[in-house]
C-alpha cells in the first residue's frame, strides 16, 4: 500500500527535524507506543499495541533512519512482529521546506504485511494504516507546535482568567527547544 500527504507546521524547519529525530516525541506520537528507546545513528526500537480489525497483537519493531540531509529529508525503514498476529514493514520518505508559517512537512509511506493481519483484508488495512498516519502526524505536528486551534481556543479562556495579557501556552516540545 502506498500513502502520501503532507501538512504545514508553524516551527522552524530545524525545530521539525529536531523533533523527527527524538525518541521521547516519537513516542508521544505513535499511536499505542509503550516504549522506544535508541538513537537516529543506531536506529529506534519500539513496542506499540494495536488493534486491527478483531486482531489486537504487540508489536516490537525496529526502525532505521537513512539518507538524512539535516533540516530537509530523511528516509526511515521499519519492520515489526506481531507474533501470530503478523508481521508490518515499510518505509518512509520524509522531506521538510520551509515555507511562510513554518516547515512543510511530506511523507510518502509504503507498507506491507503479513500473517493474520494479510487476511483481514486490502480495505480494513488500507483503513487503519491511513488512520495511523494521520494521528501520527496528527500527534507530531501537536507535539512540535503546541495545542490545535480548538484547543488553543479553549486555553484562550483559561489564559484570560489565568493572567492578563498572558503568553499562550507552548507545546511540550516547544518548550524544551526555546
Known amino acids: 500500500m502506498h500513502m502520501s500527504d503532507s501538512r504545514t507546521i508553524a516551527a522552524p524547519p530545524e525545530q521539525v527535524w529536531a523533533a523527527i529525530l527524538d525518541p521521547e516525541v516519537l513516542k508521544q506520537c505513535v499511536p499505542g ?23 489486537k497483537a504487540t508489536f516490537k519493531g525496529h526502525v532505521t533512519l537513512s539518507e538524512m540531509i539535516p533540516n530537509q529529508s530523511l528516509t526511515l525503514s521499519g519492520e515489526g512482529k ?11 520518505d520524509v522531506t521538510l521546506k520551509q515555507v511562510e508559517g513554518g516547515t512543510e512537512l511530506h511523507y510518502e509511506v509504503d507498507a506491507k504485511v503479513g500473517g493474520k493481519l494479510a487476511q483481514l ?15 501520527f502526524f496528527t500527534n507530531f505536528q501537536n507535539a512540535v507546535e503546541g495545542p490545535g486551534k480548538a484547543e ?7 489564559l484570560e482568567s489565568d493572567a492578563e495579557g498572558g503568553e499562550p501556552k507552548k507545546g511540550w516540545f516547544k518548550k524544551l527547544v526555546t
Do not use: L, N, W
Open 152 to 158: 488553543a481556543e479553549a486555553e484562550a479562556g483559561a
Open 121 to 135: 483484508g486490502s480495505r480494513i488495512i488500507d483503513g487503519f494504516a491511513k488512520k495511523m498516519a494521520d494521528q
Open 33 to 55: 507506543c509503550q516504549e522506544m528507546h535508541g538513537s537516529p545513528e543506531d536506529g529506534f526500537e519500539a513496542t506499540v499495541v494495536q488493534k486491527v480489525g478483531p486482531v
Open 82 to 92: 506481531g507474533g501470530a498476529a503478523g508481521f508490518a514493514k515499510g518505509g518512509a
